[in-house]
């Protein structure tokens, strides 16, 4: 796990880092220090609220998170961790973005859209039957992992941490409208790895031939695969998350306009500017006194 990652995750309670950083549980923990700047994060967070309340947001969606709680956080979301009471208590697991996406790996029809649904689907109430089943979980994830003795730990983190996850996709499958039977993997599969080459060059790269290019297809096809997936253009993604992240920018912060085109990779204060303009309709600082 990234040594800045670990450093946004500051906690008082018992914290156990395992399988050479790229896994953190922690254990009664008082305090979830994530910058209150929205940030796209590194890692996957899983959180159980014990007992007291923390305000998290995930891009525009806003819940208050209280006991008997379940948050998912994944990685490359737009994510903030505030307010949280005096008596805030939670049990947290966090995973390296590589643990991730190995833990992903191993399933063979995640729909990219699921990623979609996970910004305002992120948190879930658990009944007293599902508490002693993350329970469960909890136990033997940090179990196997910390066990020196077992040749096939990293191993047996993926397939507990697939069975959770399988989960919580169950929950998006069910809900969704927006399966279609006898969907095409292939098309599937580049709209997913798109979406995770947005994550990772968002900000340096907001051309659509960029993406195409790592993808090894045309930027029609791209287009055409991401529009029938997701009922929105590649471009149109490319900028949302520029977006969205400069609006967090200039509502959560005391940046100044500079130091925010510095961070989010912008020329300067004119591009950012203009591009921010374009987009939206409104300047900089009209956005940031309506906000």
Not at 45 to 72: P, Q
Not at 103 to 126: D, Q
Request: proline residues 2%; charged residues 25%; glycine residues 6%.
């Amino acid at each position: 796990m990234p040594n800045r990652d670990s450093e946004k995750l500051i906690t008082d309670g018992y914290t156990t880092t395992l399988l050479g950083d790229e896994l953190m549980v922690c254990e009664n923990m008082k305090h979830i220090r994530v910058t209150s700047v929205p940030s796209y994060t590194e890692v996957g967070m899983i959180i159980l609220c014990l007992r007291g309340t923390a305000k998290i947001c995930i891009f525009d969606n806003i819940h208050i998170l209280a006991k008997n709680e379940l948050a998912v956080i994944l990685p490359g979301q737009l994510v903030s961790i505030t307010e949280l009471s005096h008596d805030f208590l939670c049990n947290i697991v966090v995973l390296s973005r590589a643990l991730f996406d190995d833990t992903l790996s191993g399933f063979s029809r995640f729909s990219p859209l699921f990623f979609v649904y996970m910004r305002s689907h992120y948190w879930y109430e658990l009944t007293g039957e599902e508490i002693e089943r993350f329970k469960l979980f909890y136990g033997s994830l940090s179990q196997r992992a910390k066990d020196p003795t077992h040749f096939f730990r990293r191993e047996s983190v993926l397939l507990l941490l697939r069975i959770f996850y399988l989960d919580i996709y169950n929950e998006y499958y069910s809900k969704s409208h927006l399966m279609k039977g006898g969907s095409d993997m292939g098309k599937s599969k580049l709209a997913h790895d798109f979406f995770c080459l947005i994550m990772q060059h968002y900000r340096g790269h907001k051309d659509v031939a960029f993406y195409a290019d790592k993808l090894c297809i045309t930027s029609k096809y791209l287009s055409m695969v991401i529009k029938e997936a997701s009922g929105k253009t590649a471009k149109d993604w490319i900028v949302e998350y520029a977006i969205l992240e400069i609006k967090a920018m200039l509502k959560n912060s005391t940046m100044n306009i500079q130091e925010i085109s510095i961070k989010t990779n912008f020329a300067n204060q004119s591009s950012l500017g203009r591009f921010f303009r374009k987009h939206t309709g409104m300047t900089l600082t009209e956005y940031r006194m309506h906000r």
